[in-house]
Structures are given as structure tokens and as C-alpha cells.
């Protein structure tokens, strides 16, 4: 019980989308193999397959795959499953391969001036 109230409800339902993707992934191109616990095989199979955008699902970028495969630790971790898969060197290497590819998504960054604060505050005081 607490393991399951280890992780807020927020975090807990975006695994479970990757674990059910992941479970349908596995039933749909390795069928008859259990899904869990998954092993390096299939967890690379699965990520190549989502940064590709393979199938019904849009391709991932490399920061929502790695979220991904927390997810798919998770459920190690609440059934008492071995977790030392996710440390995989073949594993880390598709993630950052994924980012050379695609690169990584950064959000421009501009300075805080003194005229930008002066319109964020103008803006406040005006909207109170």
C-alpha cells in the first residue's frame, strides 16, 4: 500500500499510459511473450519503435521517452521486480541518440530587464 502512495496520482497515471502503450507494443509485434517483467529487448524494441512514430502513437522526443521508461520502472518497483534492466548501456545510448537526432527541445530564454519587469508589474496592477 504504501509503495502505491509513493507516487502522486499526477505521476502515477502518466505511467500508466507508457506501461499500457508499452503492453500493447509488446502484445501487438512479440506476441505470446509476457509483457513483465520486461527485459532489455523489449524495452529498446519499444523505445526505438516510439522515437520512430511507429504505429497508432505520434513519435516521441527523447525527454517524454525517458519519462517513458520511469514509467516502466515504476511497475518494477510497485510489483517487487528486478530494476537493473533500466540501467542498460544499449538503453542509454538510443536516449541519446535520440537526441542527436532530434535534439533536444529548449525553450528560448530571454533577459530580465528592467523595462520587462516594468510591463509585468504595470500589467499586475492594472489587472487587480
Known amino acids: 500500500m504504501f509503495v502505491w502512495y509513493g507516487l502522486k496520482k499526477g505521476t502515477r497515471d502518466g505511467y500508466k499510459s507508457a506501461q499500457q502503450q508499452y503492453e500493447h507494443y509488446v502484445h501487438d509485434y512479440f506476441p505470446g511473450t509476457n509483457s513483465w517483467p520486461a527485459t532489455e529487448t523489449l524495452i529498446c524494441a519499444f523505445a526505438a519503435h516510439r522515437l520512430e512514430g511507429l504505429g497508432p502513437y505520434t513519435r516521441l522526443k527523447g525527454t517524454s521517452l525517458e ?62
Not at 97 to 123: H, M, N, Q, V, W
Open 67 to 128: 519519462g517513458y521508461i520511469l514509467g516502466l520502472r515504476s511497475y518494477h518497483v510497485d510489483h517487487m521486480l528486478p530494476v537493473g534492466v533500466f540501467t542498460s548501456e544499449t538503453l542509454k545510448r538510443i536516449v541519446k541518440g535520440s537526441y542527436e537526432i532530434y535534439g533536444r527541445a529548449k525553450r528560448p530564454r530571454f533577459p530580465i530587464t528592467r523595462d520587462s519587469l516594468a510591463r509585468i508589474t504595470e500589467d499586475a496592477s492594472i489587472n487587480q
